[in-house]
């Protein structure tokens, strides 16, 4: 089974509507992070959390919010979606020891906001 | 904004042949890692190299670190068809934040 998972993998909704993705763990990591990758692009930061009760802001948050329900679990949601947040959605994980800090990423999530 | 840039965008070249791709970045770091991402899906996390070590290899891959010029190459040896994927670096600075480049866009062909 997958170490990272991401729900759902795809997903296409209209502007306005308020979408919720979801990204499960089971490595026992204590980060989580949210990213966006555009075509072309690298990835760029929404959101991170460093424990259940440590929520960040990345580079990119306006439009999002995120909970962090329990260590396995961290959600991203669109309260009112546009048309540019249409993007490649990924969760990711890390360790929270030791000084790597090599990230573990779900499958990814597209979403398309018409 | 981003951190690294890797050069070149895009590159393809023959199965068997070495490929090299490099990243520059602008501040300073506690290291720096490539990932690999296969059309569409997650990245996957290859090497890591630390601020204080020159050159690592890991299989057919080699990373070099010249910190000052602040610059990072990866080179894929004796490339196979399944290598074709974009490849990123990211750097890890004082906090535990990735920066990403743009990635680099390798096709193998047979």
């Known amino acids: 089974d997958a170490d990272v998972t991401q729900t759902p993998r795809n997903r296409i909704t209209k502007t306005g509507k308020r979408i919720m993705l979801e990204c499960s763990q089971t490595?026992?990591?204590?980060?989580m992070y949210w990213y966006r990758q555009d075509p072309g692009l690298g990835l760029r930061l929404i959101y991170y959390?460093?424990?259940?009760?440590?929520?960040n802001k990345g580079e990119i948050s306006d439009g999002y919010s995120v909970s962090r329900q329990a260590q396995a679990k961290f959600s991203l949601s669109l309260e009112s979606a546009i048309p540019n947040q249409t993007a490649l959605y990924f969760c990711?994980?890390?360790?929270?020891?030791?000084?790597?800090?090599?990230?573990?990423f779900g499958p990814g999530t597209r979403l398309t906001v018409l | 904004s981003q951190q690294g840039e890797e050069d070149p965008q895009a590159l393809s070249i023959q199965e068997g042949e070495n490929a090299t791709m490099n990243c520059s970045y602008k501040?300073?770091?506690?290291?720096l890692q490539w990932y690999r991402q296969n059309s569409g899906r997650g990245l996957v996390h290859l090497i890591l190299?630390?601020?204080n070590e020159r050159e690592k290899h890991s299989g057919r891959l080699r990373v070099t670190l010249d910190t000052s010029k602040k610059s990072s190459s990866l080179l894929i040896t004796a490339s196979r068809a399944a290598d074709t994927a974009s490849y990123f670096c990211?750097?890890?600075?004082?906090?535990?934040?990735?920066?990403w480049g743009a990635g680099t866009k390798l096709i193998i062909k047979p």
């Open positions: 490595k026992g990591h204590d980060r």
């Open positions: 990711a994980t890390s360790d929270g020891t030791g000084s790597k800090n090599e990230q573990f």
């Open positions: 990211a750097t890890r600075g004082s906090n535990y934040q990735l920066i």
């Open positions: 501040t300073s770091i506690n290291n």
């Open positions: 959390s460093f424990d259940v009760k440590d929520i």
């Open positions: 190299i630390r601020s």
